[in-house]
């Protein structure tokens, strides 16, 4: 397998083991998804994963016949390139307004909202229906507390 990168110079990573720097060629021992991981200072990293495709002469019943009763050795090649973008430089200003747009929004209609979801609020402690009072023992040292829910 050889993996290639443009530019290169950048660190490969295979199902999370580290290779090298490209261009770089490695035996393989299995096919199927084989995640790619290409890093490079100044640039986006790229994750792909990647189908690894076993050619004819590795598929059931025919395996046999090609690693047994064949003279010599079958060898699959695989060439993998992979182009990287320049890195986006965000300004301060920009991820400070990003921010502040976020928690706006998380907030907008007074709930708690993640990714689009509101989160639900903890029971009211004991005894109240005030939220915003939590209703704890206090704390004595040496001695377990619990919450009072």
């Given at each position: 397998m050889t993996i290639m990168s443009n530019p290169p110079g950048a660190t490969v990573y295979l199902d999370g083991r580290e290779l090298g720097r490209t261009p770089i060629s490695t035996n393989f021992?299995?096919?199927?998804?084989?995640?790619?991981?290409?890093?490079?200072?100044?640039?986006?990293?790229?994750?792909?994963?990647?189908?690894?495709?076993?050619?004819?002469?590795?598929?059931?019943?025919i395996d046999f016949v090609s690693e047994v009763l064949l003279p010599g050795k079958l060898t699959d090649y695989k060439y993998y390139e992979f182009d990287l973008q320049p890195a986006q430089h965000i300004s301060g200003t920009e991820i400070a307004t990003r921010a502040e747009e976020y928690r706006q929004t998380a907030h907008a209609d007074g709930v708690l909202r993640v990714g689009g979801s509101a989160i639900a609020a903890p029971p009211a402690p004991v005894g109240t229906t005030d939220y915003s009072?939590?209703?704890?023992a206090p704390i004595v040292p040496g001695t377990i507390r619990t919450p009072q829910w």
């Open positions: 021992d299995h096919y199927g998804k084989r995640e790619f991981r290409i890093v490079k200072q100044g640039y986006e990293t790229k994750n792909e994963l990647v189908p690894v495709r076993a050619p004819w002469y590795q598929w059931g019943g009072v939590p209703n704890f």
